[in-house]
C-alpha cells in the first residue's frame, strides 16, 4: 500500500525564505533517487501563513521509514528544521483515491 507522510509545521518569524530554500535542497535530492519516493508537496496556510503542510507520497510507508531513519535524511533537514518553532508528523497508508487515471486504472467506476 501507498504510504502519505503530513508534515504539519509552524514557522518561526521571518524565516519562509529560509525554510523554502531549505526544503528545494531537500526536494532535489528526494526527486532525484530517494528509493520509494513519488512526490512532495509543500502548502501554506491563507489563513495563517506561518503555518505549512509538507505532504509526501511513497509507495510504501516502509520505504519513507527506512529513508527517515538514515543519517542522510538527518542531515538533509537539520537547516529547515531550523527554521520552525513545531512541527507534528502524521503516517498513513492509503487505502482508496480517486481521480480520472486511478479510476481507469483501479477498475472503479465513474461513480466512485
Given at each position: ?39 512532495d ?10 503555518d ?41 497508508v ?14 472503479l467506476d465513474?461513480?466512485?
Amino acid at each position: 500500500m501507498k504510504g502519505r507522510v503530513v508534515f504539519h509545521i509552524h514557522l518561526k518569524p521571518d524565516r519562509e525564505a529560509d525554510f523554502l530554500q531549505a526544503y528545494e535542497s531537500i526536494r532535489l535530492e528526494v526527486a532525484q533517487g530517494v528509493p520509494g519516493h513519488i512526490l512532495d508537496q509543500v502548502c501554506q496556510s491563507v489563513d495563517e501563513p506561518r503555518d505549512w503542510l509538507i505532504t509526501s507520497e511513497w509507495e510504501s510507508l516502509d520505504a519513507f521509514l527506512e529513508w527517515e531513519r538514515t543519517e542522510e535524511h538527518r542531515d538533509l533537514v537539520k537547516p529547515m528544521r531550523e527554521c520552525w518553532d513545531d512541527a507534528r508528523s502524521y503516517k498513513f497508508v492509503v487505502r482508496t483515491e480517486t481521480g480520472a487515471e486511478r479510476r481507469v486504472g483501479a477498475g472503479l467506476d465513474e461513480s466512485s
